[in-house]
């Protein structure tokens, strides 16, 4: 039996060295919960050491999953996505379903005239001219997250 060192590293178990490792991930970003404890699971780093790690984060404050909400909405928005596309991967980072439609309330933003900026910044100031084009810009909004009346209200370009 041979004494050499082994080459694979052992797993974290310190709880500062992942609650460290945490706030360095969330100084670059918002993160959720979930997100982060994701993170640390691919470090290494023990699910129930994790877990506490993550407990006094959000005791202290420093994670907050309704500042990461608030934040992901505005700056989903702001380049041009529509509400369910954002309600969807918030979904996906571990937000409740209606946590995420709440925010999506309280941050206010009237949805019909960001579809209408997003439809001018992609295709112009011009009336979509046929059918063929109207249908095309309409499944660009819906890949972006509009919906039916807001994608309807983009695309009444001139329409009196």
């Known amino acids: 039996m041979s004494s050499r060192p082994s080459n694979k590293p052992e797993a974290p178990t310190d709880q500062a060295a992942c609650t460290r490792q945490a706030l360095d991930l969330l100084a ?3 993160h959720t919960r979930f997100e982060l404890e994701q993170k640390l699971r691919a470090r290494g780093y023990p699910k129930d050491i994790a877990a506490a790690a993550l407990d006094g984060l959000e005791q202290s404050g420093a ?15 702001a380049r041009g996505q529509g509400p369910k596309r954002i309600r969807m991967e918030l979904v996906e980072r571990g937000v409740d379903a209606a946590e995420a439609a709440a925010a999506l309330l309280a941050a206010g933003f009237d949805w019909h005239e960001l579809a209408g900026r997003a439809r001018l910044k992609r295709f112009g100031a ?9 249908a095309r810009q309409a499944r660009f909004l819906q890949y972006r997250g ?3 009346g807001q994608i309807e209200s983009a695309l009444r370009v001139g329409e009196t």
């Open 126 to 134: 011009a009336a979509p001219k046929d059918y063929k084009e109207r």
């Open 63 to 77: 994670l907050a999953e309704a500042r990461f909400t608030e934040s992901f909405v505005r700056a989903r928005a």
């Open 146 to 148: 509009f919906e039916g």
């Open 28 to 30: 670059r970003r918002e």
